[in-house]
């Protein structure tokens, strides 16, 4: 049954993003813990438009993949919210601040759960579009959910070449700054498995590797890291399985990237463990 936003209430802020709050909340009858994400009614178009967006896809998905919704909510003042499963662990990005780089086996896991992620949501028509760290979030079961679909496409009948500049540009694959250039058959779902390779490259390096460690990325940098450096290679001493995992992920041209079935029978994922955590 649904929840009213009544019969929450607010513990403390999760995280903030652009113009919206999440917060962690308690179901007053039951005590079960959940996340509010909340954008307040004088928030501008594009936040509004985008939690609206999100509420869409999450009323569209039903995946242990994907964050669960367990009520949305619009009310008079305008105020729009997102009822979600809490996600006890944080996310990936916190998980890296805490405990350091992941191992091999840990991110053939992490990949493995967010490649079944990605694919219900292509099989769905669903192009994410802002795969990174802070966008996949853990919980004590070690499952990894795929959440925040605010820049998030639906496909329609018509292959519509969805460039437009949203998403966190530093995981932008080469193809949606130059789709003649780096396009082929260009639909937009390969630009999910660019974000994926270079959120696992950055787990396995510790920072974000199209930049040296510690340099602040501006949009001109990364414009010319993506479109004209090679893709990022990972250093000597991985296994041959993970070096070519990545390659996978990150070939510019996005026709010859790997769709996400292929990347789930690719030889890395043999090597994924749960209980390197
Ligand atoms: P934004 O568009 O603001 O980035 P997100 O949906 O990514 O919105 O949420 C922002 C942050 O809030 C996340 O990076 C995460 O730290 C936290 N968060 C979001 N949803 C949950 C959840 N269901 N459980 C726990 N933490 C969450
Ligand atoms: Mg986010």
């Known amino acids: 049954a649904d ?3 009544a019969d929450v209430e607010k513990l403390n802020v999760l995280g903030h993003g652009n113009g919206g709050t999440v ?6 009858k039951t005590s079960l813990t959940y996340a ?10 594009t936040v509004r438009r985008q939690l609206l967006r999100e509420m869409e896809i999450l009323r569209r998905t039903d995946s242990p993949h994907v964050v669960h919704c367990h009520g949305m909510f619009e009310k008079p003042s305008g105020d729009i919210a997102i009822l979600m499963e809490y996600m006890d662990f944080g996310t990936l990005e916190t998980i890296l601040k805490a405990d350091g780089t992941f191992s091999e086996p840990k991110l053939a896991y992490v990949a493995r759960q967010v490649l079944n992620g990605l ?18 979030l853990v919980n004590r ?19 519509d070449a969805c460039n437009s500049y949203v998403g966190t540009c530093a995981y932008m694959s080469p193809e949606r700054f130059d789709p003649e250039t780096y396009g082929g058959n260009y639909d937009g779902y390969a630009g999910d498995i660019w974000s994926l390779g270079l959120t696992l490259m950055e787990l396995y390096l510790g920072h974000f590797p199209l930049l040296p460690a510690g340099q602040r990325p501006d949009w001109a940098t990364l414009m010319c890291a993506i479109c004209f450096g090679e893709p990022p290679t990972l250093p000597d001493g991985v296994s041959e399985e993970f070096r070519s995992f990545i390659e996978c992920c990150l070939q510019k041209e996005s026709s010859k990237r790997w769709s996400t079935s292929q990347l789930l029978s690719h030889p890395f994922l043999c090597r994924d463990s749960r209980t390197e955590w």
């Open 3 to 5: 929840i009213s936003a």
């Open 23 to 28: 917060y962690k909340v308690r179901h007053k």
């Open 36 to 45: 509010l994400k909340l954008i307040h009614g004088d928030s501008d178009s």
């Open 119 to 136: 694919n219900y949501l292509h099989s769905h028509k669903i192009i994410h579009r802002d795969i990174k760290p802070s966008n996949l």
């Open 141 to 159: 079961n070690m499952e990894i959910k795929i959440a925040d679909f605010g820049v998030s496409k639906i496909m329609c009948r018509t292959l």
